[in-house]
């Protein structure tokens, strides 16, 4: 019995090891816990993307549940999902786009504002504009407060100011049904 | 021969060059210690677009940017542990390459020495099986073979 037990061990621990090893197929390790959950907005002073003279601070966000969409018209995946995000705009939901510009190197120069504009107001036009305004985040400082690692991401903001959720990558159906419905219905009804 | 010569001349001295330049070109600081500290986080720090590459080795914008920030915060006076925390308290434990010792990761440390305790364990267990007793009629048996046997 136990010369038997001591044969199954390789058995055993092969086992273990091909169910660790299978796990790891189906794990993102881009998911991680984003560790900004549950805290106020970073404080920021930006401007309007569309009018430079207005801006905004993290009280903007208060009162309303938004969405606050990272993105840029550099990046393919989110003008795939800006027909969807123009859905659920058009359910009513409020949708705060924050805007950084890839070409633009702080140590170096900065692309003008005009051409931005421009190149923003053609993206908009062809495909379709979800957005209520962009913040213009110009040096990439509150994207670097709130944890930005590309574009597409997107941040559930509460009423009072405060992250609820940070999604990596689009906004699909299937994300908004699976992630965001559950805690933005909840936040809604409050 | 002459030209290969002075190819090679040209190579080596220009990455030599690139080298030296590397640290200088963006970031430019008033003490070589200060520098160092540069050097050292950018390369303990974890790119969070590209997971298998420092902040020092990727060209990724995130990365850029991250660098810049590890800069400015030095200028701006900030130790190395002050830095490594601005960086977690935005892209979690992940951002650096040490991990945090807490009950979850607890094991990277103690799995190594289970094991060898396990297996110190398995070798002492089998040494103390080995010695079979054997008795005075075995051993006459044994015996009576080699006297035949000669």
Known sequence: ?190 | MKRLVTTLLVLVLGSFCSLVSATDDKFHFESPEKSALFLDLTKELRCPKCQNQNIADSDAMIAVDLKRKVYELLQKGYDRQQVIDFMKQRYGDFVYYQPPVNPMTIWLWLLPILFVFVALAGVVMTRKRQPAEINNEQLAKAQAILERDE
């Not at chain 1, 801006?55 to 999902?81: H, K, M, P, R, S």
């Not at chain 1, 504009?129 to 913040?135: D, K, R, S, T, V």
């Not at chain 1, 405060?162 to 809604?188: C, E, M, Q, S, T």
Request: proline share 6%; charged share 20%.
């Open chain 1, 1 to 190: 019995m136990k010369k038997v037990a001591f044969y199954l061990m390789p058995l055993v621990v092969f086992l273990g090891l091909i169910i660790f090893l299978y796990q790891g197929l189906f794990s993102d390790p881009r998911d991680h816990q984003s560790s900004l959950l549950e805290k106020p907005m970073p404080e920021f002073v930006l401007p309007d993307l569309m009018d430079i003279e207005q801006t905004y601070t993290q009280d903007v966000f208060l009162g309303e549940v938004t969405l606050l969409n990272v993105w840029g018209v550099w990046c393919i995946t989110c003008a795939i999902e800006l027909p969807y995000l123009k859905q659920l705009q058009n359910e009513g939901k409020h949708i705060v786009g924050l805007y950084y510009d890839q070409d633009i190197d702080p140590d170096f120069g900065i692309k003008t504002v005009e051409r931005v504009q421009q190149e923003v107001t053609d993206k908009l036009n062809q495909i379709a504009n979800p957005y209520a305004y962009n913040i213009f985040d110009v040096k990439r400082n509150l994207s670097l407060d709130l944890g930005v690692t590309g574009a597409p991401e997107t941040y559930l903001i509460d009423q009072q100011g405060k992250i609820r959720l940070h999604h990596i990558g689009d906004i699909n159906p299937r994300v908004w049904n699976k992630k965001f419905a559950p805690i933005y219905d909840l936040l809604v009804a409050q």
